[in-house]
């Protein structure tokens, strides 16, 4: 399968799932007759969008290339679209159309690791939360020292670059490290999404989703959703194996020097136990320093 029909089968499938999660009484429509699929029927959709029954098919059919701005707009408004929906949704149309997406220009080679000296002497400025930088593929190149204390079940031995959605997926560790597992694996594969989405010409990526998509049923099951999501800001729950019970709020900001890679910092609230475990974890001694940077491409 070539690009161009990888695409078009991304888009035929996101219009799909996102058509059959609406039902007409959401939308104003009464429900007449019966409904061989669920949630709207493309001339609802169509309807909705100001479009016709023909070209709407075709949209769905991944034939979305050339739609304008307002086409889409409508699109998005006629399937009730997040932010990040929508933002995909474009995301899309240039990739069909052959544009660079989300303003960056594509990654030509795989991120290997952070080589920036002043970049790392920033992380390890930051000493009271854990702070890393991840590159789409969710590859940990990075951390500070509590960052390294913190992601000890991720980071193992260091023989190859931690990474948080193999970490997620195919370990069993995870499950206790995360308490809300579920939760974190639908936030993992809607980051994956929405990066697959930003460039799809990205093969470390797609390679990574073969993998899990081979090893893990979960995964193929919730990649199969095509729910997308960005990360940004919010709290979490984690379950370490030296301090306990975690909560953690945390912020993710571009690196405008490195595009594509984010650096994440968690904290916890000021005198809350959280904060208190963090400081018990800056004082314990990861068993090793692992290299941070990958003996291979990933």
Same mark, same amino acid.
């Given at each position: 399968?070539?690009?161009?029909?990888?695409?078009?089968?991304?888009?035929?499938?996101?219009?799909?799932?996102?058509?059959?999660?609406?039902?007409?009484?959401?939308?104003?429509?009464?429900?007449?007759?019966?409904?061989?699929?669920?949630?709207?029927?493309?001339?609802?959709?169509?309807?909705?969008?100001?479009?016709?029954?023909?070209?709407?098919?075709?949209?769905?059919?991944?034939?979305?290339?050339?739609?304008?701005?307002?086409?889409?707009?409508?699109?998005? =408004?006629? %399937?009730?679209? !997040?932010?990040?929906? @929508?933002? #995909?949704?474009?995301?899309?149309? $240039?990739?069909?159309?052959?544009?660079?997406?989300?303003?960056?220009?594509?990654?030509?080679?795989?991120?290997?690791?952070?080589?920036?000296?002043?970049?790392?002497?920033?992380?390890?400025?930051?000493?009271?939360?854990?702070?890393?930088?991840?590159?789409?593929?969710?590859?940990?190149?990075?951390?500070?020292?509590?960052?390294?204390?913190?992601?000890?079940?991720?980071?193992?031995?260091?023989?190859?670059?931690?990474?948080?959605?193999?970490?997620?997926?195919?370990?069993?560790?995870?499950?206790?490290?995360?308490?809300?597992?579920?939760?974190?694996?639908?936030?993992?594969?809607?980051?994956?999404?929405?990066?697959?989405?930003?460039?799809?010409?990205?093969?470390?990526?797609?390679?990574?989703?073969?993998?899990?998509?081979?090893?893990?049923?979960?995964? =193929?099951? %919730?990649?199969? !959703?095509?729910?997308? @999501?960005? #990360?940004?800001?919010?709290?979490? $729950?984690?379950?370490?194996?030296?301090?306990?019970?975690?909560?953690?709020?945390?912020?993710?900001?571009?690196?405008?020097?490195?595009?594509?890679?984010?650096?994440?910092?968690?904290?916890?609230?000021?005198?809350?136990?959280?904060?208190?475990?963090?400081?018990?974890?800056?004082?314990?001694?990861?068993?090793?320093?692992?290299?941070?940077?990958?003996?291979?491409?990933?």
């Amino acid at each position: 399968m070539d690009h161009r029909q990888d695409v078009r089968q991304e888009v035929s499938e996101f219009l799909t799932t996102r058509r059959a999660r609406i039902t007409p009484d959401q939308v104003g429509l009464p429900m007449t007759g019966s409904r061989r699929v669920p949630g709207l029927r493309r001339s609802e959709v169509a309807s909705l969008a100001g479009l016709s029954v023909e070209y709407y098919a075709r949209l769905e059919r991944g034939q979305i290339g050339g739609a304008s701005s307002g086409v889409l707009e409508s699109l998005a =408004r006629a %399937l009730q679209l !997040d932010e990040t929906e @929508r933002a #995909h949704l474009f995301d899309l149309a $240039r990739a069909a159309d052959g544009i660079p997406t989300s303003g960056r220009a594509r990654r030509r080679t795989p991120s290997k690791g952070v080589s920036r000296p002043s970049l790392r002497w920033a992380l390890e400025a930051i000493t009271e939360g854990v702070a890393f930088v991840r590159d789409p593929h969710q590859n940990l190149l990075a951390t500070n020292a509590l960052g390294r204390a913190f992601y000890s079940p991720v980071i193992g031995d260091g023989g190859r670059t931690p990474n948080l959605a193999r970490f997620q997926f195919l370990d069993p560790a995870s499950r206790d490290f995360y308490p809300d597992w579920e939760l974190f694996a639908e936030m993992c594969v809607g980051i994956m999404r929405t990066e697959a989405g930003r460039d799809p010409h990205d093969r470390g990526l797609q390679d990574l989703v073969g993998e899990l998509s081979t090893r893990s049923e979960t995964f =193929r099951r %919730l990649w199969a !959703d095509h729910n997308v @999501r960005t #990360h940004g800001s919010g709290t979490k $729950r984690f379950q370490h194996p030296v301090v306990g019970e975690l909560t953690l709020v945390f912020e993710e900001l571009a690196l405008t020097a490195e595009p594509g890679l984010a650096l994440i910092v968690y904290t916890a609230e000021p005198g809350s136990p959280s904060a208190e475990g963090l400081r018990l974890l800056a004082s314990w001694s990861a068993p090793a320093d692992p290299p941070m940077t990958p003996s291979g491409t990933e």
